[in-house]
């Protein structure tokens, strides 16, 4: 189909053309079947505006996927043309290439160019400085490209998703400030990126979906009062967040599903701006009533409050007055809002908010729990952003942020609490960068950091840990390199390495820990070759080898540690045969043989020479099809 210039209609028949000379301001090819050499028929096309190409025209099966990026050439005497086009293709990616865009550089009025899914990187692109809509979406578009962009001063709309952009890149955009409508979804942008945008004061339109970014990030978005639409789509904000859109006054529509927001979050922007359309899915628990406040001010009337909540709370008498000393607000309904109630209790020494919907903005409240020693947030909505507030809790011993959305650099802010002894990470993302901060907390002396997201290159830092007694790396993915960094912290008496990538290889490196008393080596790759090293480790006094690879010859390399009270080997290789061994061990109070090969006759002999040790064992256990289960 083709639009006229003259008055500007649509013509879909060639019969409904007119008769005599005219011109075509547009033409629109997609849904035809054509090749590119075609496109020469419309080199004479003087006065054409608009051309809109189909995406399979570059994609041919039959020429054996020839690149014919070159033959847009054709349309280069098109000099008046303003806005190219090609269709979306659904089945694979456009084969067209820079070199197609390179053929078209003397088209400098070009002001709208769209090239989804096509196979083009943006390095030919300098040349259209008037360009007003640039679409890129899907494309191979890097960072030399961005750069390309610099000179479009006059752009409007730049649709860059799913592309190979870093922040690196995204500066080059920081001028471009006439910027309306903005899509970087899918790309690798992360906070320090998004600070590019913070003078695109004319934004309309901005889609974030799926961005590694954090409420830090929405600092930046504070000066764009023109904003209509945001798209936050599986990004990591939180209610913190969430709170800082209230500045944007126009703001019609804001997408937070599947981010870390809450109910209660969403639930205070809808009152801030309540003709915004706030899209949300609510997995929180249903049915949890909303928490009335205190009847009064005291902390006779906190306690109460507590209590009402579901919570429990104890007190104590202090100078002649009740005081609150600890608190558990645990799988109760409170928010952010509520800790304000909590802010003033100097006195409070323990306070669990496990699973509930706190997050960093409630934590804000807490920094004048002046007292506070022991804090559980647990399953909380607390990220890095908040832990700053913790910051002033001198008398802070121990911490839990388990199944948080902490990942490492927040936790820099904690190595200013000289009191914090206990610090346990369990199951949050927490990365090498996380544990360099970690490493800088010199008092700890019990740190948790199983099933998180560090490698063995992260854990090098801990050996300033110089106090720390237990360390658990559970679930984690260290391998012998990581085991081989810990072997300067001689204090370390309990290491529990259950389900890691350790081998017998790794375990020689436990033997510059002179004071390991709990060694617990479940479902690692420990086999009969390495029960040598682990007959080095004298001082051991629990030790845990549940699913290792290891028979009865081997286990006698074991018969120097007879200081162990506890043994476990369930699901490993012994027979009878280990009985012997296992006699010599006189100190031991409990053993785990389940799913062993050790009969009746065994047991007898074991419960004999060892009267005071509690023997977990089955006979039915040792079955092939029990073993191993």
Request: glycine share 8%.
């Given at each position: 189909?083709?639009?006229?210039?003259?008055?500007?209609?649509?013509?879909?028949?060639?019969?409904?053309?007119?008769?005599?000379?005219?011109?075509?301001?547009s033409?629109?090819w997609?849904?035809i079947?054509?090749?590119?050499?075609?496109?020469?028929?419309?080199?004479?096309?003087?006065?054409?505006?608009q051309?809109?190409?189909?995406?399979?025209?570059w994609?041919?099966?039959?020429?054996?996927?020839?690149d014919?990026?070159?033959?847009?050439?054709?349309?280069?005497?098109?000099?008046?043309?303003?806005e190219?086009?090609f269709?979306?293709?659904?089945?694979?990616?456009?084969?067209?290439?820079?070199?197609?865009?390179?053929?078209?550089?003397?088209?400098?009025?070009?002001?709208?160019?769209?090239?989804?899914?096509?196979?083009?990187?943006?390095?030919?692109?300098?040349?259209?400085?008037?360009?007003?809509?640039?679409?890129?979406?899907?494309?191979?578009?890097?960072?030399?490209?961005m750069?390309?962009?610099?000179?479009?001063?006059q752009?409007?709309?730049?649709?860059?998703?799913?592309?190979?952009?870093?922040?690196?890149?995204?500066?080059?955009?920081?001028?471009?400030?006439?910027?309306?409508?903005?899509?970087?979804?899918?790309?690798?942008?992360?906070?320090?990126g998004?600070?590019?945008?913070?003078?695109?004061?004319?934004?309309?339109?901005?889609?974030?979906?799926?961005?590694?970014?954090?409420?830090a990030?929405?600092?930046?978005?504070?000066?764009?009062?023109?904003?209509?639409?945001?798209?936050?789509y599986?990004?990591?904000?939180?209610?913190?967040?969430?709170?800082?859109?209230?500045?944007l006054?126009?703001?019609?529509?804001?997408?937070?599903?599947?981010?870390?927001?809450?109910?209660?979050?969403?639930?205070?922007?809808?009152?801030?701006?309540?003709?915004?359309?706030?899209?949300?899915?609510?997995?929180?628990?249903?049915?949890?009533?909303?928490?009335?406040?205190?009847?009064?001010?005291?902390?006779?009337?906190?306690?109460?409050?507590?209590?009402?909540a579901?919570?429990?709370?104890?007190?104590?008498n202090?100078?002649?007055?009740?005081?609150?000393?600890?608190?558990s607000?645990?799988?109760?309904?409170?928010?952010?809002?509520?800790?304000?109630?909590?802010?003033?209790?100097?006195?409070?020494?323990?306070?669990?908010?496990?699973?509930?919907e706190?997050?960093?903005?409630?934590?804000?409240?807490?920094?004048?729990?002046?007292?506070?020693?022991?804090?559980?947030?647990?399953?909380?909505?607390?990220?890095?952003?908040?832990?700053?507030?913790?910051?002033?809790?001198?008398?802070?011993?121990?911490?839990?942020?388990?199944?948080?959305?902490?990942?490492?650099?927040?936790?820099?802010?904690?190595?200013?609490?000289?009191?914090l002894?206990?610090?346990?990470?369990l199951?949050?993302?927490?990365?090498?960068?996380?544990l360099e901060a970690?490493?800088?907390?010199?008092?700890?002396?019990?740190?948790?950091?199983a099933?998180?997201?560090?490698t063995d290159?992260?854990?090098t830092?801990?050996?300033?840990?110089?106090r720390?007694?237990?360390?658990?790396?559970?679930?984690?993915?260290?391998?012998d390199?990581?085991?081989?960094?810990?072997?300067?912290?001689?204090?370390?008496?309990?290491l529990?390495?259950?389900?890691?990538?350790?081998t017998?290889k790794?375990?020689?490196?436990?033997?510059?820990?002179?004071?390991?008393?709990?060694?617990?080596l479940?479902?690692t790759r420990?086999?009969?070759?390495?029960?040598?090293?682990?007959?080095?480790?004298?001082?051991?006094?629990n030790?845990?080898?549940?699913?290792a690879?290891?028979?009865?010859k081997?286990?006698?390399?074991?018969?120097?540690?007879?200081?162990?009270?506890?043994?476990?080997?369930?699901?490993?290789?012994?027979?009878?045969?280990?009985?012997?061994?296992?006699?010599?061990?006189?100190?031991?109070?409990?053993?785990?043989?389940?799913?062993?090969?050790?009969?009746?006759?065994g047991?007898a002999?074991?419960?004999t020479?060892?009267?005071?040790?509690?023997i977990?064992?089955?006979?039915?256990s040792?079955?092939?099809?029990?073993?191993?289960?």
């Open positions: 189909q083709v639009t006229l210039a003259e008055n500007h209609r649509l013509v879909r028949d060639v019969a409904q053309l007119p008769d005599g000379d005219f011109e075509l301001e033409v629109d997609v849904g079947n054509a090749d590119p050499p075609d496109l020469e028929r419309l080199s004479g096309l003087k006065g054409l505006k051309l809109h190409l189909p995406g399979p025209l994609s041919r099966n039959a020429d054996g996927g020839k014919l990026s070159r033959d847009l050439r054709f349309i280069a005497p098109v000099t008046t043309l303003e190219l086009t269709s979306y293709h659904f089945l694979d990616r456009i084969r067209f290439k820079d070199a197609g865009i390179k053929e078209i550089a003397n088209l400098t009025g070009l002001r709208e160019l769209v090239l989804r899914t096509s196979s083009v990187k943006g390095h030919e692109l300098a040349a259209f400085k008037a360009m007003r809509a640039l679409d890129v979406t899907l494309c191979p578009f890097d960072d030399e490209g750069r390309n962009l610099e000179g479009m001063t752009l409007r709309r730049l649709w860059i998703g799913d592309t190979q952009i870093t922040d690196a890149g995204l500066a080059k955009i920081a001028g471009l400030t006439s910027i309306e409508d903005l899509d970087l979804h899918g790309t690798q942008i992360t906070d320090a998004l600070a590019n945008l913070k003078n695109l004061t004319k934004l309309r339109k901005l889609n974030l979906m799926g961005l590694e970014m954090t409420d990030a929405l600092e930046h978005l504070r000066g764009m009062h023109e904003l209509e639409q945001l798209n936050l599986r990004t990591r904000i939180t209610n913190a967040g969430l709170s800082q859109l209230t500045q006054p126009r703001l019609t529509e804001a997408d937070v599903r599947y981010t870390r927001a809450s109910r209660t979050g969403v639930d205070a922007l809808r009152a801030a701006l309540p003709k915004t359309r706030v899209l949300f899915v609510d997995s929180s628990a249903a049915g949890k009533s909303k928490i009335p406040r205190p009847a009064g001010k005291t902390e006779t009337d906190v306690a109460a409050w507590v209590r009402a579901g919570g429990k709370a104890v007190m104590e202090a100078h002649a007055e009740q005081r609150l000393t600890e608190i607000l645990a799988a109760t309904g409170v928010t952010d809002a509520q800790m304000e109630t909590l802010a003033g209790l100097s006195g409070l020494r323990k306070l669990n908010l496990e699973a509930t706190v997050g960093d903005l409630g934590l804000r409240h807490l920094a004048r729990l002046s007292g506070l020693r022991e804090l559980n947030l647990n399953s909380t909505m607390v990220s890095d952003g908040g832990l700053a507030h913790l910051a002033g809790l001198r008398q802070l011993g121990s911490l839990r942020l388990e199944e948080t959305y902490v990942e490492g650099p927040g936790l820099s802010s904690l190595a200013a609490l000289p009191a002894e206990a610090l346990s990470l199951g949050s993302p927490v990365t090498n960068t996380g970690v490493s800088r907390i010199a008092t700890l002396t019990r740190l948790s950091l099933y998180t997201d560090f290159e992260g854990v830092g801990l050996r300033r840990l110089s720390l007694d237990e360390l658990d790396l559970t679930g984690s993915d260290l391998g390199a990581g085991l081989e960094s810990l072997k300067g912290i001689g204090s370390l008496r309990t529990a390495l259950r389900d890691a990538r350790i017998d790794g375990l020689a490196a436990l033997a510059s820990l002179p004071r390991l008393a709990n060694l617990d479940t479902r420990v086999t009969d070759a390495g029960a040598e090293a682990l007959g080095k480790l004298t001082a051991l006094e030790l845990k080898l549940d699913y690879e290891l028979n009865d081997a286990f006698e390399r074991l018969a120097p540690l007879s200081r162990l009270t506890g043994l476990s080997l369930d699901s490993t290789h012994l027979t009878d045969a280990a009985v012997a061994t296992l006699i010599g061990m006189r100190r031991l109070k409990q053993l785990n043989l389940y799913h062993t090969l050790v009969t009746e006759k047991l002999e074991l419960k020479a060892l009267p005071d040790c509690k977990i064992w089955d006979a039915k040792r079955l092939p099809n029990r073993r191993r289960s």
